[in-house]
């Protein structure tokens, strides 16, 4: 078994997904294949000395993403293959055991979250479901419930911060939010910004269409009051939500990128998102007042600021020539003026927090298909 070198911060081959521990001493990460591999040693930047300590290889189709649990310390990944598996390190034995998730999907897994506090998952799907996942102990093995109501493939989906509530991101434009109260795993909260949830699993609680394209990325701010999602037409919505029986609908902003679509979001904190994707460098968005506004790249650009006239043309044709310039550069070599100004050379395909749970975001890790992962303070 041959093991890549890690050189100029990379990685692999390619990666198409990641995700840190608990401590971020350790970091199970996917060559864009169907092993998941995890390296110990990770709290060194110095990716070289990274120790691969273990490879799970159960998958027969490629790996499409990644969830390490800060809680439980469990792993799931999901992939192309229709399967889903928690991995649970067994002390005795030293390696990590496989337990068996009940999907109920005919089509490829696109996308899996644990829960806050590590009771449930959610996988999105190609079948135009999200299976929420929790276990079964009698059974030993983890039995899903299905939310039906998308029309196209689900590409994301992330967990509100009270562990009932998720909110999906799909193909057919629309970013929804619905309740994923299990009986007997969850606790009523009639308090919550959307009230008793008891008894109503799979309703749909709010339905927002402001993309103008597949919804590539969800993602809830720390108080659960704010959600973000990005389009693939070059835009990211912020909507807030207002709370109490007599509340007003949630309002919604959606912001034009400067550049390419963003494919992943990350709050840093309540007023702070990182979005990144085929620009391939993190961008900053900041909330002042009530106005969302699109701020600094955190990779710093040379020649960034210079601009030059361009003739005027349509608007397809611009689409094309910027997503074709991204191609040039990622491709040209480093002495030519069309070489790529980031250190990525590829678009960015995955964002994860290096800090503590519940702490503010102040660095984050970046993956690519380029084979780079590459550590960012924000």
């Known amino acids: ?30 060559p864009n294949t169907n092993e998941c591999v995890i390296y110990s040693n990770c709290k060194e930047d110095d990716m070289g000395k990274w120790n691969e300590a273990y490879r799970l290889s159960e998958h027969n189709m490629r790996i499409s993403a990644i969830d390490w649990s800060a809680t439980t310390n469990k792993i799931v990944t999901c992939s192309h293959d229709r399967n889903a598996f928690v991995w649970t390190y067994d002390d005795e034995k030293g390696d990590w055991k496989q337990s068996l998730v009940i999907l109920r999907i005919n089509r490829a897994a696109t996308y899996c979250k644990w829960s806050p506090d590590g009771s449930k998952f959610a996988t999105a799907s190609g079948s135009k479901a999200v299976p929420v996942c929790h276990f079964e102990a009698e059974n030993d093995w983890w039995v899903s419930k299905m939310i039906k109501k998308h029309k196209s493939t689900v590409l994301c989906v992330d967990w509100h911060p009270n562990n009932q509530v998720i909110v999906t991101g799909s193909c057919d434009f629309k970013c929804r939010v619905f309740s994923a109260f299990v009986y007997k795993v969850d606790t009523p909260d009639p308090n919550g910004i959307f009230g008793d949830l008891s008894d109503t699993f799979g309703e749909l609680l709010a339905e927002f269409d402001a993309a103008r394209g597949w919804v590539t990325s969800v993602a809830w701010s720390p108080q659960g009051d704010r959600l973000a999602f990005s389009g693939h037409d070059s835009t990211i919505s912020f909507v807030q939500f207002f709370a109490g029986e007599d509340a007003e609908q949630p309002t919604v ?5 400067k550049g390419l679509p963003a494919n992943k979001l990350l709050f840093c904190n309540n007023d702070k998102l990182i979005a990144a994707g085929h620009d391939m460098t993190p961008i900053i968005f900041d909330m002042n007042g009530q106005t969302w506004s699109q701020g600094k790249t955190v990779d710093k650009q040379d020649g960034s600021d210079k601009k030059k006239e361009k003739k005027k043309e349509t608007n397809f044709s611009a689409a094309r020539n910027m997503f074709g310039a991204r191609v040039n550069r990622s491709s040209a070599k480093g002495g030519s003026k069309n070489a790529c100004k980031t250190k990525h050379k590829g678009p960015i395909n995955d964002i994860n927090s290096l800090s503590g749970p519940g702490d503010e975001v102040k660095k984050i890790s970046c993956s690519s298909v380029d084979g780079r992962m590459i550590f960012w303070d924000v």
């Open 253 to 257: 902003q959606t912001l034009k990128l």
């Open 1 to 30: 078994m041959s093991t890549f070198v890690a050189e100029d911060n990379l990685l692999a081959p390619s990666i198409s997904c990641h995700s840190f521990n608990w401590d971020r001493s350790m970091c199970a990460v996917s």
